[in-house]
């Protein structure tokens, strides 16, 4: 029986004052060891002979020119699982379903970087040019498209042809030939998936490549605290905004009959609601939605605006409101087109 390590009964604050390194987290022992495992057994069954290192990083990647796997440190342990639940308020691949579909995408870009498939006219001619402009955090989706397979959230296939490629790469590795013949049948990304099952057929009687590759931000050797980890992951998320709301939100408030309740008085009874249906409806992440919410409320509070007494009216609205913010987020990287 492995013993805990002493910060694990630590409260957030002394805990966030450690650097990660001085952690000495492995994939060994952790809830990551049999989900690694699943992946390796699911490359042997479809008998490929590459099954890419793992090792503990700041996020999901897989770094360029190396077939290897980086996952992100904190899920090496429930408290530090905890933790970034606490400071960022969603834990990326904390369950067994999305740690499974992050390990098999992050999979499809190793094999990528192992065969260097993207090279070929015929995956250009399918995915696009690996060249293109890399900009996966303002890509524009089109969610009914059927030339792309549905993976990870946001239609995540879309963002770049390496990342078509990766999300093609897990659906052919997660289901059988049957199942992805019948769930994208009559889409063009059939196509995609029946190429790689090609190419895969072709790896099977190649020998496996070279996996040594320079493992990028080492856990194991990382010095940053995690105060200092997560105050540049809260500011990677975040967007600081000028007043450019205070029409938007009086508009919202001064309409209809006034009550006696101030808006952000009533915001804030509404802000679990509203997050959670923002979040549901855009897939935007948790922290980014509650951030926005928070500081529309302190807006709303600077503006000494009052609620209107339908408050039913008023959630629709805010709803309304908060989720064409946020889609424009996804698509821009901005809240708020400035004109």
Not at 17 to 38: N, Y
Not at 114 to 121: D, E, M, P, R, V
Not at 175 to 200: N, V
Request: charged residues 25%; proline residues 6%.
């Amino acid at each position: 029986m492995s013993v805990e390590p002493a910060w694990a009964t630590l409260p957030d604050n002394e805990l966030l004052k450690l650097r990660i390194c001085d952690l000495r987290v492995e994939i060994a022992g952790s809830e990551l060891e049999p989900r690694i495992a699943q992946l390796s057994e699911e490359l042997q069954q479809r008998g490929l002979p590459l099954i890419p290192p793992s090792y503990l990083a700041d996020e999901w990647f897989s770094p360029e020119g190396s077939a290897l796997l980086a996952i992100p440190f904190y899920l090496a342990h429930p408290r530090l699982k905890q933790l970034e639940l606490h400071q960022m308020l969603v834990v990326e691949g904390g369950t067994p379903q999305s740690c499974m579909q992050l390990l098999r995408h992050e999979c499809g870009h190793a094999y990528e970087h192992a065969y260097g498939f993207s090279k070929c006219k015929e995956w250009i001619d399918l995915f696009g040019s690996p060249d293109l402009e890399y900009q996966p955090e303002t890509y524009r989706p089109r969610p009914y498209s059927r030339s792309f397979v549905q993976h990870l959230p946001n239609w995540y296939a879309q963002a770049h042809p390496d990342e078509d490629f990766a999300e093609t790469f897990a659906v052919w590795l997660a289901l059988t030939p049957d199942d992805w013949s019948r769930q994208y049948r009559g889409w063009k990304a059939l196509d995609k998936i029946q190429y790689i099952d090609a190419l895969m057929q072709e790896v099977r009687v190649k020998p496996a490549p070279e996996t040594h590759g320079r493992r990028i931000w080492d856990a194991s050797r990382s010095r940053r605290t995690l105060e200092k980890y997560y105050a540049a992951k809260r500011k990677l998320y975040a967007e600081d905004f000028p007043d450019v709301y205070d029409a938007d939100l009086r508009s919202i408030f001064e309409h209809g009959e006034r009550g006696e309740e101030s808006a952000a008085q009533v915001m804030r009874s509404m802000r679990s609601r509203l997050s959670s249906a923002v979040v549901r409806w855009t897939g935007q992440h948790k922290y980014v939605v509650d951030m926005l919410i928070k500081r529309l409320i302190t807006r709303t509070r600077a503006l000494k605006l009052s609620a209107p007494r339908d408050h039913a009216a008023l959630m629709m609205e805010l709803a309304s409101y908060l989720s064409a913010l946020v889609t424009n987020h996804l698509h821009t990287g901005r809240f708020k087109r400035l004109v």
